[in-house]
């Protein structure tokens, strides 16, 4: 039986190799590589051009409910197809239990949400906000069981946060059943004590969200969430480290034999606190995200990070506020203090073209490097690989053809439901020409060719990052 299609010629990197091979696929799967394969229904010439593996976000936030007037701009119409135009085909966002909830209605809404919606295939993190007896004993590590393998504990945020009793509650179940946990690391108690403090000074403007939230703030709490997974002996990997203090509390931990792995994002490597402002302009808003942006020597430490193994993933951390028009100005219209503005900001499409121009064509990470950044280890950390993740034989057809050109970005050229990009303006030096998604072209580069619902629920599996240091799942229990 023919390939259905053959990618010929291309320069395949995956997270160990780039060599030179034709892409056999037949039923969204790639089932041959080689030189010289037999003729496909459809052939496309990569002619040497880069193909990796199609992106894996495993942090990015899609229609997560928020309170009321804030929603998300991006569904998961919207949010895959901006995924798929910039390469990502597997996208990884949050069933947020509502703390009074259950977890199991959290993730049945969720599913309700995404299902019939999406374009790309998806897995689901869960968020724990709430651990009852009723979530630990029975709800989490059913849901574990089921296809629910990772979940994200915050330590900040007051509608999210659990304290250190509750998140060792948590870890310990996610030990016995063999879970991934992410964690975000930032000091609740200082953040609400310098913000009642900028407060009362007047200092409410966008960028003032920057000063609530020091690093020492988040060094703190990275520190403490190594030393509560060290004493239940849990791997870990802590979100959306942003610089210099958290790296070296990660690189201490490493040191000393502890499991911590850990995520950045193109905010920490592209963005600083000046972009919430230099002076009370509220233009500022587009820009605040937890950990806020730090500065140009923290954006070195972090591509330092990047390039010699400390980090394990990069992800967008999409989280799609609109700054002008329906959804307001973060809510309803008005200039809010800081305090209010939702936290977070538009990334899912700009992920990889950002990190492919400026770390691969830049020379500070390797190809290599850049495909395990984005695409192997998020895979394997939320156990979705080798189905997804990487290009080898039984894999998904899930594929990138870079085209390398340069280009001034601008919002328009997005597929996202966000007013903007905190990127327009920056040369890029690359993007996708083609996407692929389980063999079909989803993204030539101009035209969007997906469908709603052609994205399948994954079930996410044990993580093997590491091996295993639990008993072996029987299911459900
Ligand atoms: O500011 C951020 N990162 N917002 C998104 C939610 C989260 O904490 O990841
Ligand atoms: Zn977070
Ligand atoms: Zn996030
Ligand atoms: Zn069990």
């Given at each position: 039986?023919?390939?259905?299609?053959?990618?010929?010629?291309?320069?395949?990197?995956?997270?160990?190799?780039?060599?030179?091979?034709?892409?056999?696929?037949?039923?969204?799967?790639?089932?041959?590589?080689?030189?010289?394969?037999?003729?496909?229904?459809?052939?496309?010439?990569?002619?040497?051009?880069?193909?990796?593996?199609?992106?894996?976000?495993?942090?990015?936030?899609?229609?997560q409910p928020m309170a009321p007037p804030v929603r998300m701009a991006d569904d998961f119409d919207t949010?895959?197809?901006?995924?798929?135009?910039?390469?990502?085909?597997?996208?990884?966002?949050?069933?947020?239990?509502?703390?009074?909830?259950?977890?199991?209605?959290?993730?049945?809404?969720?599913?309700?949400?995404?299902?019939?919606?999406?374009?790309?295939?998806?897995?689901?993190?869960?968020?724990?906000?709430?651990?009852?007896?009723?979530?630990?004993?029975?709800?989490?590590?059913?849901?574990?069981?089921?296809?629910?393998?990772?979940?994200?504990?915050?330590?900040?945020?007051?509608?999210?946060?659990?304290?250190?009793?509750?998140?060792?509650?948590?870890?310990?179940?996610?030990?016995?059943?063999?879970?991934?946990?992410?964690?975000?690391?930032?000091?609740?108690?200082?953040?609400?004590?310098?913000?009642?403090?900028?407060?009362?000074?007047?200092?409410?403007?966008?960028?003032?969200?920057?000063?609530?939230?020091?690093?020492?703030?988040?060094?703190?709490?990275?520190?403490?969430?190594?030393?509560?997974?060290?004493?239940?002996?849990?791997?870990?990997?802590?979100?959306?480290?942003?610089?210099?203090?958290?790296?070296?509390?990660?690189?201490?931990?490493?040191?000393?034999?502890?499991?911590?792995?850990?995520?950045?994002?193109p905010q920490y490597l592209f963005l600083s606190a000046e972009d919430l402002g230099i002076d009370d302009?509220?233009?500022?808003?587009?820009?605040?995200?937890?950990?806020?942006?730090?500065?140009?020597?923290?954006?070195?430490?972090?591509?330092?990070?990047?390039?010699?193994?400390?980090?394990?993933?990069?992800?967008?951390?999409?989280?799609?506020?609109?700054?002008?028009?329906?959804?307001?100005?973060?809510?309803?219209?008005?200039?809010?203090?800081?305090?209010?503005?939702?936290?977070?900001?538009?990334?899912?499409?700009?992920?990889?073209?950002?990190?492919?121009?400026?770390?691969?064509?830049?020379?500070?990470?390797?190809?290599?490097?850049?495909?395990?950044?984005?695409?192997?280890?998020?895979?394997?950390?939320?156990?979705?690989?080798?189905?997804?993740?990487?290009?080898?034989?039984?894999?998904?057809?899930?594929?990138?053809?870079?085209?390398?050109?340069?280009?001034?970005?601008?919002?328009?050229?997005?597929?996202?439901?966000?007013?903007?990009?905190?990127?327009?303006?920056?040369?890029?030096?690359?993007?996708?020409g083609l996407t692929l998604s389980r063999g079909e072209v989803v993204w030539d580069g101009t035209t969007?060719?997906?469908?709603?619902?052609?994205?399948?629920?994954?079930?996410?599996?044990?993580?093997?990052?590491?091996?295993?240091?639990?008993?072996?799942?029987?299911?459900?229990?």
């Amino acid at each position: 039986r023919p390939f259905d299609l053959v990618l010929r010629h291309a320069r395949v990197a995956t997270a160990s190799d780039v060599f030179d091979a034709d892409i056999g696929i037949r039923d969204g799967r790639i089932a041959m590589l080689g030189r010289g394969l037999p003729a496909g229904l459809r052939e496309i010439d990569a002619a040497g051009r880069t193909v990796t593996p199609g992106g894996v976000d495993g942090h990015c936030h899609l229609d997560q409910p928020m309170a009321p007037p804030v929603r998300m701009a991006d569904d998961f119409d919207t949010g895959t197809r901006s995924a798929a135009c910039g390469g990502t085909t597997t996208v990884i966002p949050f069933a947020a239990q509502v703390k009074g909830g259950s977890l199991q209605s959290a993730v049945d809404d969720y599913h309700r949400r995404a299902e019939g919606r999406a374009h790309i295939d998806y897995a689901f993190h869960l968020i724990v906000s709430d651990p009852t007896p009723t979530v630990l004993q029975q709800e989490l590590p059913a849901l574990i069981a089921a296809g629910y393998s990772s979940f994200k504990l915050y330590m900040t945020y007051d509608d999210l946060k659990l304290d250190d009793g509750q998140i060792l509650d948590v870890l310990a179940v996610g030990r016995q059943h063999g879970a991934m946990a992410m964690i975000h690391a930032e000091n609740a108690d200082c953040i609400e004590w310098l913000t009642q403090r900028l407060e009362a000074a007047g200092r409410t403007a966008p960028r003032f969200h920057a000063h609530a939230r020091p690093m020492l703030v988040e060094r703190e709490a990275t520190h403490r969430a190594m030393a509560l997974a060290e004493l239940v002996d849990m791997p870990i990997l802590i979100v959306h480290v942003s610089g210099r203090e958290a790296v070296e509390q990660i690189r201490w931990g490493r040191a000393h034999g502890l499991q911590v792995h850990a995520e950045t994002c193109p905010q920490y490597l592209f963005l600083s606190a000046e972009d919430l402002g230099i002076d009370d302009s509220y233009q500022g808003a587009r820009c605040v995200c937890s950990p806020p942006p730090r500065d140009a020597s923290n954006q070195q430490v972090i591509w330092n990070a990047l390039a010699d193994g400390l980090f394990t993933v990069f992800s967008s951390d999409h989280a799609p506020f609109n700054v002008d028009g329906p959804n307001g100005k973060k809510p309803g219209g008005e200039e809010v203090p800081f305090r209010h503005i939702p936290n977070g900001i538009p990334g899912i499409e700009t992920r990889l073209p950002l990190l492919y121009s400026e770390g691969v064509l830049g020379g500070r990470i390797t190809l290599n490097r850049f495909v395990e950044l984005t695409s192997t280890n998020p895979a394997k950390a939320y156990g979705l690989h080798p189905r997804k993740g990487t290009i080898a034989i039984g894999s998904d057809a899930d594929l990138v053809v870079w085209d390398e050109r340069t280009f001034t970005l601008d919002n328009t050229m997005l597929h996202h439901a966000v007013d903007h990009t905190p990127y327009a303006g920056r040369t890029l030096r690359a993007w996708p020409g083609l996407t692929l998604s389980r063999g079909e072209v989803v993204w030539d580069g101009t035209t969007f060719h997906g469908r709603a619902g052609r994205g399948e629920f994954l079930r996410g599996g044990e993580p093997t990052l590491a091996p295993r240091r639990h008993s072996p799942r029987t299911g459900p229990d």
